[in-house]
């Protein structure tokens, strides 16, 4: 629970319907029913008391014969009358004081200048303008006072941008103050949401739209260009009607010996294209061989390098031959090549679970698109794995049915969504390019592949924290990789 900060429960004792529970920073009461209904959003009530008698970590709770409580504190005991004592389940309302774009108050700029009320302003469904090119925007917000003066309310907010859809919660917090450094061009939806006793106590959306400035407005673009275009035009078509009779022989002496010159360009690009690609993997091969004579002394290196060459083999000699897929069984070679390097680099950090020996060897040939399961793989290890302490685990999962083979690759990482936050999500390149085949495949097949992310499959049983990415794909047994004409 925010409110009550994420420490350690040292004291916990149920009374009259009520978990009772005490920490560092104060104490609560856990409404049993409410859980019963709604587990993982039961009905808290929590009272700090770190400016009065500091923590309630004593390990002490007492209840005496009248059915009160007594809790033991850092500078003191708390007694109370469960008989008196007053929940505060008041009900609470988002006020917004203010907002500010760019240091200038909004009502100020000529923007919402009707002096809307926090409940009025519910009412108003169209998006405010923005001045153009300010974007940097603050909004001040507090909750309505509720007559216990507890201060047991915390606001989230949201962005979402007409394009973005995914968009999560900010933490917790009661800071009065939601600070948005840039907004791009737009239309954007700003949720805060007031948090009361563990609970969603009030919503408020407010919309705004950004517009573009003069630089930003492809037509502005196109205008310019299209005009300078066309005086140019003009220009050149005067001079070249006044010349035309002297210039003539020569400008079409010049377009030939020009369109010969690109011909020949053209030519020796294609050429030198050529020669690289037969070039680059009898390049590649020759200097991994003569590592291999270099390091015979350490057999970890040589049996490295082995497997590296083995896998640019495989991906040059599909690509020289322009095809993008392959056998099931060289991809999970390529797979295993790739987890032996890094083992040899990193060291045992990953336990990898393959399919069974039978059943590779029953799919051995069916035909997949090119690094369809390394690329997953490569992903698990550098953006999931990696980034969470005590992950180890890499299962890859094959089965099959009448119709489709569906293929599993988990890990029990970080997950994408923590991944992308720390900025450790690739260029995406690996993925984009098996969307990209798999679009260009399904066009000529009846049944198609299909791939998509089930995320955070994991949780930590103490906190409830998710984590770990599933991929799932389905590719059919009986599909064409040849392209043909519609």
């Known amino acids: 629970m925010d409110e009550a900060g994420y420490s350690d429960v040292t004291l916990m004792k149920e009374h009259r319907g009520f978990l009772v529970f005490g920490n560092r920073y104060g104490y609560g009461f856990l409404n049993l029913a409410s859980q019963t209904r709604d587990p993982l959003h039961p009905n808290i009530f929590f009272y700090p008391t770190d400016n009065f008698l500091k923590s309630a970590d004593q390990n002490t709770i007492l209840i005496d014969s009248k059915g009160d409580v007594w809790i033991g504190q850092d500078l003191g005991v708390t007694r109370i009358d469960f008989d008196h004592f007053k929940f505060d389940s008041l009900p609470v309302y988002i006020i917004i004081d203010s907002v500010l774009v760019s240091g200038e108050n909004l009502d100020a700029a000529g923007h919402d200048a009707r002096g809307f009320s926090f409940v009025e302003r519910r009412k108003v469904a169209s998006p405010q303008r923005l001045p153009v090119l300010k974007r940097h925007l603050e909004i001040y917000v507090r909750p309505s006072f509720t007559g216990l003066l507890n201060d047991n309310v915390g606001f989230q907010y949201r962005l979402r941008h007409e394009n973005i859809q995914d968009t999560t919660w900010s933490a917790y917090s009661k800071r009065d103050r939601i600070v948005f450094s840039y907004l791009p061009p737009g239309n954007h939806h700003i949720d805060v949401r007031a948090i009361k006793n563990n609970q969603v106590a009030d919503t408020f959306t407010l919309n705004y739209q950004v517009p573009l400035s003069l630089s930003e407005n492809p037509l502005f673009w196109v205008c310019l260009i299209g005009g300078l275009s066309i005086l140019g035009a003009i220009v050149s078509w005067r001079i070249y009607r006044q010349q035309l009779s002297i210039k003539q022989t020569r400008l079409a002496l010049k377009e030939k010996e020009l369109a010969l010159s690109l011909q020949e360009r053209e030519k020796e690009q294609l050429q030198i294209k050529a020669i690289a ?210």
């Open 277 to 486: 690609n037969a070039l680059n993997p009898h390049f590649i091969n020759n200097s991994l061989q003569w590592l291999q004579s270099r390091v015979r002394k350490d057999p970890d290196a040589v049996r490295m390098i082995d497997r590296f060459s083995k896998n640019i083999h495989t991906v040059f000699v599909n690509s020289r031959q322009g095809k993008a897929y392959h056998a099931l069984g060289d991809e999970l070679e390529l797979v295993k090549n790739y987890l032996y390097i890094q083992k040899s680099r990193y060291g045992d950090f990953v336990d990898v679970t393959m399919p069974p020996d039978e059943l590779i060897a029953s799919l051995s040939d069916m035909q997949i698109p090119l690094m369809q399961i390394q690329i997953h793989v490569e992903n698990a290890i550098e953006h999931g794995l990696r980034h969470r302490p005590g992950a180890r685990k890499l299962n890859i999962y094959i089965q099959e049915n009448s119709a489709y083979v569906h293929i599993d690759i988990t890990d029990d990482g970080i997950g994408r969504l923590k991944s992308a936050e720390i900025g450790s999500h690739g260029t995406q390149q690996g993925t984009d390019m098996l969307k990209s085949l798999h679009a260009i495949f399904n066009k000529h097949n009846a049944l198609h592949i299909l791939s998509r992310y089930i995320d955070t499959p994991f949780s930590y049983p103490e906190t409830g924290e998710k984590y770990g990415t599933v991929v799932h794909i389905e590719i059919p047994k009986h599909y064409t990789y040849e392209l043909t004409e519609d």
